[in-house]
């Protein structure tokens, strides 16, 4: 009966994969909470975002506008946006 081996490159190759996958997850974006349009800065156009509906309540206002999610987009809305301005 022939043993069967895995040969150490094979090993070395996997392990290389992992870290190489390891390396992607924490690459991956994490976007602050006052990135309305989730384009990985915070900048006017989410302020733009919050304004256009400001004052509403949601539904009928953009979900995305309400940042802390009190179904009011509002002055805190706009807080938020600005504490996490770049
Ligand atoms: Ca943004
Ligand atoms: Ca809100």
Redesign the pocket.
């Known amino acids: 009966m022939k043993s069967t081996t895995v040969p150490k490159i094979m090993l070395a190759l996997l392990l290389l994969s992992l870290l190489a996958y390891a390396v992607n997850i924490q690459s991956v974006k994490c976007f602050k909470a006052g990135d309305v349009n989730k384009d990985g800065v915070v900048d006017v156009f989410d302020f733009v975002m919050v304004a256009f509906d400001f004052g509403s309540t ?1 539904p009928p206002g953009n979900p995305v ?10 002055v ?2 706009l807080a938020i946006v600005a504490a996490d301005f770049s």
């Open positions: 949601v506008a309400d940042i802390n999610g009190d179904g009011l987009i509002d805190l809305d």
